[in-house]
């Protein structure tokens, strides 16, 4: 079963600054994550975040991509049967979890 992906705003306007070979990569990724997107502990594909740099991101996933330096944080809402995709962002440090935390504060995630 394919679970719906849904963007934040901020997570399309991530995606579409990506050159054209990450962004084919971010589509595949999302594709592949979006057919079992539970955690890695229910068989999923998604890792759970917990504390990140003194952000509590409990609840949120991620999903890294090596070879293009990336990774994607999203939430799922078990309810909907929907991913939320929340950041786009570059795994080389921890600014993405940064942008995640004022993306929840933001959104009221």
């Known amino acids: 079963m394919n679970w719906e992906v849904r963007f934040l705003p901020e997570a399309e306007k991530d995606f579409s600054e990506l050159d054209g070979s990450k962004k084919l990569l971010v589509r595949k990724a999302i594709q592949k994550v979006s ?13 759970p975040l917990g504390n990140k740099g003194n952000t509590n991101l409990t609840g949120f996933l991620k999903v890294k ?3 293009a330096g990336l990774r994607i944080v999203y939430k799922l809402v078990r309810q909907d049967d929907h991913m939320l995709v929340v950041v786009i962002g570059a795994r080389a440090d921890d600014e993405v979890y940064q942008i995640v935390r004022h993306r929840i504060e933001k959104h009221d995630l």
């Not at 057919?35 to 890792?47: D, I, R």
């Open 65 to 67: 991509l090596r070879a």
């Open 35 to 47: 057919q079992n997107p539970l955690p890695q502990a229910e068989g999923g594909f998604g890792k």
